[in-house]
């Protein structure tokens, strides 16, 4: 049962990679997939156009609305009415079939800014949920920069070990052969031993590593995660400078989309206070109405024929009591502006914080890689001069072990130097805000 278990396992993982589809992406074409497939993203766009359907909604209060009606009516049947006038007595149908067409047209003159208001607050948060798409899809590009990266990262982590199994497979078939002639130890032969199923087991590891990634990747740009990732991009590191940490502030809090959508919203609270405000104001319309009623009610005495009436006038409202809704309602949008303005005070400092911490990462990135790859420089020409004492008899075994991983260590931490700066540049340009 536990082999039937072990060959089903196999037969699954081989379909799996046989159906693995293979897909070479530049960082820029990752970019665009992940736009394009983001569910998240796909919800603040939503979210926005919701946002501009309400402005209109709500603008479209300022300006005249029409509206028509139409009715029928049978009435019950009742005797004719008649006036007995001295040989001429006047009677009056009974007309049982009511037909009424009424359009009505009302402009508001003036709500204590009311409308206007409610208008200046919608249009003002439309304009922040807008800020809040510009700012997911920094978040996403972000995101997406850091996967791809984490795949290169993978990869060439697995890349150095693959050389450095080859290199310590050589280094075993050498001690074999001095351990064969009387030239080294059977220790010199166990440690090397012991070294080469270590960097077996890294590039076990750095494998299994190569996958996680991958799916990660997958996942943040919304292909299969199944899907074999080929690197198209090549890591290159630009000596871009960045202005003075007080000029990326001052950047920072007029540029970033966060920042501007609670500007906005701090605007569009700022509004609703307005708005309440203007309970205590009368309101005024202008009113019309169009009939077309048969009998027209209005004519006298009623026929049963169509005609047409109009009338037209100006309303006025003005609530005297209405249990202090009024004072609820501008203590709660003057609360609500103050929450406003003391968010703006809390970002700010987080993004004094983030700057800051993005600019302090990124210089030290930089440095890094110079210290790094001079690591590199020095451990390998450490590793060629001990190499070639080792096959002359001048340098033990174990100092060639000493050098092998050294090298090995130092190319890995010049990658993750690499990928380091990329990433730290690509944080900066997030915090300041940074056009992409």
Known sequence: MRAR??????FCAAITQLHAQERTLTLDESIAIGMENSKSLHTSQLKLEYADAKAGEVAAGLY??????????????????????????VSFPVILNNYAAKATLQQPIFSGWKLQSAANSAEYSAEASKRDVENDKAELVYNIK??????????????LSDENVNQISSHLDDIQSMFNQGMATTNDVLKVKVQFSSA??????????????????????GIPLTTQIIIGSKLTPTTKEFPPLDQLLGSAFTDRPDMQGMEWRLRAAESDVNGAKAGWSPQLFLTG???????????????????????????????????????????????????TKEGIAMLKDGVTLEVTQSYLAF?????????????????????????????????????????????????????????????????????VGMER
Not at 200 to 221: D, G, H, Y
Not at 326 to 338: D, G, N, P
Not at 380 to 398: I, M
């Open 289 to 339: 109405n169009y009939y077309y009623s048969r009998p027209n009610q209005r004519i006298f005495p009623a026929v049963d024929a169509f005609k047409d009436s109009w009338d037209v006038g100006i309303s006025l409202q003005f609530d005297i009591w209405n249990n202090l809704t009024t004072v609820y309602q501008t203590t709660e949008a003057e609360s609500k502006y103050e929450q």
């Open 64 to 89: 005249p609305s029409l509206k028509a009606q139409a009715a029928y009516q049978r009435l019950s049947s009742v005797p004719v009415f008649t006036i007995p006038l001295p040989g001429y007595p």
């Open 200 to 221: 077996k087991l890294m590039q076990s590891e750095a494998a299994n590593n190569v996958q996680i990634a991958m799916i990660s990747f997958n996942s943040t740009v």
């Open 5 to 10: 278990t072990i060959i089903m396992t196999f």
């Open 146 to 159: 850091s996967a791809y990266w984490g795949v290169y990262r993978a990869k060439e982590f697995k890349r």
């Open 363 to 431: 210089n030290q990135a930089k440095e890094n890689i110079q210290l790094s790859q001079l690591e590199v420089d020095q451990a390998s020409e450490n590793l060629r001069v001990t190499h070639e004492k080792f096959k002359a008899g001048r340098t033990t075994n174990s100092e060639m072990l000493d050098a092998e991983v050294a090298l090995l260590q130092a190319k890995l931490q010049l990658t993750q130097s690499l990928v380091d700066f990329e990433l730290a540049q690509a944080k900066l340009e997030e915090s």
